[in-house]
């Protein structure tokens, strides 16, 4: 796949001139909602598209309708379309092109016992955090946050939300151990809550 991306590219180059992607060679972004994406399908310039991903995370794209890309890497994303365009005998095996025009903005809300709780944006291209980068992000804990009982509310790949609950109360012992699970991470859209500590 990526020997057919780099020679496409190399023709659409020659033939087009600059198309102006973000980070065309990236296939390990994960497209977010927001995202503004140019869809191409060697050959088909009919089903070739600029959208936007919609807050519910799709694409509609030409003969094969809504596809599902928030959450998929981009490499995942054009596999995603070709499998829908052979699956449904549209095309025989469609080379899908995705490359990033805009990325949206991605935002990670964190309420409760945090010194400076709300919103705070990841950079551009990252595909998460560390949930202890983003708590240190919002001024750290307060003295009276329930540590061991952190809820992270995110959307899974059916569109529902979940809950999670990550235990941060030995964090520091974690470090200090260089244990490799104390990097909970955290993606665009997630929505972390710190409960207060009962005395």
Do not use: C, W
């Not at 087009?16 to 990236?26: I, M, P, Q, R």
């Not at 909602?33 to 991903?53: K, N, R």
């Not at 540590?147 to 109360?169: C, H, L, Q």
């Amino acid at each position: 796949m990526r020997f057919v991306r780099t020679l496409f590219f190399i023709f659409m180059l020659l033939g087009k001139g600059d198309l102006g992607f973000a980070n065309e060679e990236d296939e390990n972004y994960i497209l977010t909602s927001g995202d503004i994406i140019s869809v191409q399908v060697f050959g088909q310039p009919d089903l070739d598209t600029e959208q936007e991903i919609s807050n519910q995370g799709y694409i509609n794209m030409g003969l094969i309708g809504l596809i599902r890309v928030s959450r998929l890497t981009v490499a995942n994303a054009e596999e995603t379309i070709r499998k829908a365009y052979m699956e449904q005998r549209f095309l025989r095996d469609p080379q899908v092109i995705i490359g990033v025009r805009e990325y949206s903005p991605k935002l990670v809300s964190v309420l409760g016992q945090v010194n400076s709780p709300g919103s705070i944006q990841l950079p551009k291209d990252a595909n998460h955090l560390p949930l202890a980068r983003v708590i240190s992000m919002v001024g750290d804990f307060r003295g009276i946050a329930k540590k061991d009982a952190i809820r992270v509310v995110r959307k899974n790949e059916a569109g529902e939300e979940i809950t999670i609950i990550v235990d941060m109360s030995d964090i520091g012992e974690k470090k200090r151990a260089h244990e490799d699970d104390i990097d909970f991470l955290i993606y665009p859209d997630d929505v972390i809550y710190v409960p207060e500590r009962l005395f």
